[in-house]
Nanobody, 121 residues
Framework: QVQLAESGGGLVQPGGSLRLSCDAS????????MGWYRQAPGKQRELVATIISSGSTNYADSVKGRFTISRDNAKNTVSLQMNSLKPEDTAVYYCNFKLWVGPPRTVDDYWGQGTQVTVSS
């Protein structure tokens, strides 16, 4: 049983910063991709950033230069540092791990429960 636990959401003023973290626990053999997605009210869930095991990253255009994703492979943790936050960043943020728990399973997607980020004055 794999569980993802998120932390770090909250209310922040425009221009402020927040740091999200997500820890994975359970019987995990390999984590391939760690990432963050977000879903605003009335909108579809969208990719924010991903990071693969080599450290290569990918960002949505809307967050490039403001958000930084990082991972700690030893601790099965991914973080998202969010700076210069804007009201349009308001959403529920979900962490996502693509990982393998061992045979006979294949690589599966696991999701955190979501954490609310609200950017408002």
């Amino acid at each position: 049983q794999v569980q993802l636990a998120e932390s770090g959401g909250g209310l922040v003023q425009p221009g402020g910063s927040l740091r999200l973290s997500c820890d994975a626990s359970g019987s995990i053999v390999t984590i391939f991709t760690m990432g963050w997605y977000r879903q605003a009210p009335g909108k579809q869930r969208e990719l924010v950033a991903t990071i693969i095991s080599s450290g290569s990253t990918n960002y949505a255009d809307s967050v490039k230069g403001r958000f930084t994703i990082s991972r700690d492979n030893a601790k099965n943790t991914v973080s998202l540092q969010m700076n210069s936050l804007k009201p349009e960043d308001t959403a529920v943020y979900y962490c996502n791990f693509k990982l393998w728990v061992g045979p006979p399973r294949t690589v599966d997607d696991y999701w955190g429960q979501g954490t609310q980020v609200t950017v408002s004055s």
